[in-house]
């Protein structure tokens, strides 16, 4: 990210701070992760600085009367590294919304209801889960979208988001609006969700994709988990994806590890997909630190098909504020 863009998410900051700060609370928070990554892929092996996903979030809340809060979320994805990628403000889940005793309305970009995966051990740089169908519901990577979050009744949590459909240009008809569901039940030491998500695209078919998860918590720092995930695509058998995770984080330090293994990989019969992963990580900084320091070091294997097996090691430093 450009320095100004860095000015504009700082100046975004203070304006917002000075509306909400009569009535409400605002916060600057966000994370910081860079460090060297060595990879081979497709049999070439290079090294190079990179950035692990750095973010700024502007974070506000206000009580408004008769019952109501008004929500304010705006994040934007940075470079470290200097690569560019999705290069302007605002470009993660930023949303606007409004909350009761109906529950809480939200209206932006990335408030998908279907989730981005329930635990995936925590990991730092490859913080991936099973393999999914490329829905837009919930906004995506380009579309807005309306959420519902139902009140939280004794660990159940429900949502419900929608996304129109993409437009229509001269060579493709409008495709359908999107959706996703998903319920969440948390209760001491276990967990688990149930999504889905579902669109008709324009040159015909329709997309489904469902999650279904488990974690559970059998001792202090210790989270097991697995996931499950079926799609099913405009044509092709249905890809059928399953991740397992394990994390041990007692005190500073942590291990965690994860395995995924999909099968009819791409919506191709007999297509494959295996990715292993290991990392640690040690906390530098107390728990009452302003800046939450840690360096971790974290290994992925990803192997597709027939293909060579690719491989990155990452290691770096993360700074929570």
């Known amino acids: ?165 993409e437009d229509k240009t001269t060579t493709q008809p409008r495709a359908t609006d999107a959706w996703a569901a998903s319920g969440t039940y948390e209760q001491g030491m276990f967990g688990t969700r149930l999504s889905f998500g579902q669109q008709k695209v324009a040159a015909g078919g329709t997309l489904k994709d469902t999650l279904l998860a488990f974690k559970l918590v059998p001792a202090a720092g210790l989270t097991l988990a697995t996931e499950f995930n079926n799609s099913k695509n405009v044509s092709g058998p249905t890809q059928k994806s399953v991740g397992v995770y394990a994390e041990y984080k007692p005190q500073r330090f942590g291990v965690r590890a994860g395995y995924i293994n999909t099968k009819d990989y791409g919506y191709v019969n007999n297509g494959k997909h295996k990715v292993s992963l290991l990392g640690a990580d040690y906390d530098l900084s107390g728990k009452d630190s302003r800046f939450q320091t840690s360096l971790f070091a974290e290994y992925k294997s990803d192997k597709k098909n027939n293909g060579k097996r690719d491989s990155y090691l990452f290691g770096g430093v993360h700074i929570g504020f």
């Open 1 to 165: 990210m450009n320095q100004k863009h860095i000015a504009l998410l700082i100046a975004s900051t203070l304006m917002a701070g000075h509306a909400f700060a009569l009535d409400g609370d605002i916060k600057f928070t966000g994370k910081a992760e860079v460090g060297m990554a060595s990879k081979k892929e497709n049999g070439i092996s290079n090294r190079a600085v990179e950035d692990g996903g750095s973010e700024l979030n502007v974070v506000g809340s206000a009580d408004i009367g008769n019952g109501l809060k008004a929500l304010l979320q705006v994040n934007t994805d940075i470079k470290l590294d200097n690569n560019k990628g999705t290069d302007h403000f605002a470009n993660g889940d930023t949303f606007v919304g409004l909350q009761g005793d109906f529950g809480t309305v939200k209206v932006g970009r990335g408030i998908n209801a279907y989730g981005d995966g329930y635990f995936k051990a925590n990991l730092y740089a490859y913080d991936v889960g099973p393999d999914r169908g490329d829905i837009a519901s919930g906004g995506g990577s380009s579309r807005g979208a309306f959420k519902y979050e139902a009140p939280n009744l004794n660990g159940l949590a429900l949502s419900f988001s929608y996304s129109p459909g």
